[in-house]
């Protein structure tokens, strides 16, 4: 059982450079969500996506976009990365747009020098 | 203020002890409450919901107080296995956006 999966699961970026974290779930889930996690911040909402062709901003947006290319796929995008970026993300799915369960990948160790 | 707060611990209890976190939430408006567990360098899962009159588990307990805005998880005689970060999460009801608290580390010694 596949369920979330995120690539890569490991990268390092220099300052400047771009890069695309890809999700995908098999579980036929409607919202999907980015969270990074940092030492003493807990999971902080990037953007979520309550169902296909619709985006919206999390708590911490800044710096990033996503896609929400169809019901599996939902992508976060760096266009230029900076150090403050360097966290561990994790992509989730939940089968409602609401109150739920959340489904976790495996995370994305992401480093920026 | 954070929106949820938790103490980080490291909370040190020997195997068979029972422990108990709590976690505040500032926001009346709250209406869902979970408890996720997460293992090092793991993602998180869900642990247990929290029901408004409580709910067990069995050897976990969780608990909810609106008057106090605080929820509880209790662990009972403590297994090496439950050694982790357990994670409280609160969700409003208007736009239903799940919100972490930073986590309480728990270690379980032999």
């Known amino acids: 059982n596949a369920g979330v999966t995120q690539t890569p699961k490991f990268q390092v970026l220099k300052t400047g450079q771009s890069m695309t974290l890809q999700c995908a779930q098999d579980?036929?889930?409607?919202?999907m969500y980015w969270y990074r996690q940092d030492p003493g911040m807990g999971l902080r909402l990037i953007y979520y996506?309550?169902?296909?062709?619709?985006?919206d901003k999390g708590e911490v947006p800044n710096g990033y976009n996503v896609s929400r290319l169809n019901k599996r796929e939902f992508s976060l995008r760096l266009e230029s990365a900076a150090p403050s970026q360097t966290s561990v993300y994790f992509c989730?799915?939940?089968?409602?747009?609401?109150?739920?369960?959340?489904?976790f990948g495996e995370g994305s160790r992401l480093t920026v020098l | 203020r954070k929106e949820v707060e938790q103490d980080p611990g490291p909370f040190n209890v020997p195997e068979g002890a029972t422990v108990a976190f709590n976690c505040t939430y500032s926001?009346?408006?709250?209406?869902?409450f979970f408890w996720y567990r997460q293992d090092c360098r793991k993602e998180p899962k869900l642990l247990m919901s929290?029901?408004?009159s409580g709910n067990e588990d069995g050897r976990f307990t969780a608990q909810l107080n609106r008057a106090s805005q605080y929820i509880s998880l209790l662990i009972r005689d403590s297994k090496l296995s439950d050694s982790a970060t357990y994670l409280c999460?609160?969700?409003?009801?208007?736009?239903?956006?799940?919100?972490f608290g930073q986590g309480t580390e728990l270690s379980v010694k032999p």
């Open positions: 926001n009346s408006a709250s209406q869902s």
């Open positions: 996506s309550a169902s296909e062709g619709t985006t």
């Open positions: 929290v029901y408004s």
């Open positions: 999460v609160v969700i409003h009801n208007q736009g239903g956006k799940l919100i």
């Open positions: 579980m036929n889930h409607n919202s």
């Open positions: 989730a799915s939940s089968p409602q747009g609401g109150p739920g369960e959340l489904f």
